[in-house]
């Protein structure tokens, strides 16, 4: 009864090649994850199953199309599953672009999930394994220069839970030189905000209502040139 399924089945009833990767490590839809990878399958679609020691919790798609005799790329990068039911009940984002830095480099991610690539190179799109700890920790780190400068600086983080030490020591240090950090937290937040001589500019608060708060955020004042980032 899925409507995503249901276009990609009928995409491969129109000739369109279709490559879908199932992460079988889902929590609570493993089993029906493997019957839609059973279906499409069954119909020509290309599976690609988990990789081992490795959950792949993103939640991407990339359409290539032929356009004026040359292929053109367009990306969908959600912070939402792709399913129909959760989707009436938790606030997510979605950014669907065909900016070639970002549908480029998600090619080859995919690439990569594919197993036909073995070490891709990431510049604007960031990528757990590869740079998105050691970029985030940069971005804070410009907004602690910033500061120290006497320039703006701040940090919006909305997140499901806040548990790395060497980030949340890396906030604690924003904070001590000036940067104004606001944290929107679903679940564990092992920093403690509001401390006099620690965490006195960092506030962190959950939001509790009608929806699961399901987004994941980050915005950086970057001196007026934000850069926000979704995951």
Not at 52 to 62: N, Q
Request: hydrophobic letters at 40%; glycine letters at 6%; proline letters at 1%.
């Amino acid at each position: 009864n899925s409507a995503i399924v249901s276009a990609l089945l009928n995409a491969l009833n129109n000739g369109i090649k279709v490559t879908v990767f199932v992460e079988i490590k889902a929590r609570f839809d493993e089993e029906l994850n493997l019957e839609y990878a059973d279906v499409l399958k069954k119909s020509g679609a290309e599976i690609i199953y988990s990789i081992p020691g490795l959950k792949v919790h993103a939640k991407l798609a990339l359409v290539i199309r032929k356009e004026n005799k040359s292929l053109k790329n367009y990306c969908y990068l959600s912070t939402g599953n792709f399913n129909e039911n959760t989707s009436k009940i938790y606030t997510d984002f979605g950014f669907f672009t065909s900016d070639e830095n970002i549908t480029n480099e998600i090619s080859e991610l995919f690439k990569y999930l594919e197993g036909r690539l073995k070490n891709p190179e990431f510049k604007h799109v960031l990528v757990a394994q590869f740079n998105m700890k050691k970029e985030f920790l940069k971005l804070i780190g410009n907004e602690i220069k910033n500061a120290l400068e006497g320039k703006a600086a701040s940090i919006l983080i909305k997140l499901n839970s806040l548990e790395d030490k060497k980030m949340i020591e890396k906030l604690y240090e924003a904070g001590k030189a000036g940067v104004k950090i606001n944290i929107i937290v679903r679940g564990v937040c092992c920093l403690i905000p509001g401390v006099k001589g620690l965490s006195k500019n960092i506030s962190a608060v959950s939001i509790v209502g009608r929806f699961l708060e399901h987004s994941r955020v980050y915005v950086f004042h970057n001196n007026g040139d934000e850069k926000i980032y979704l995951s």
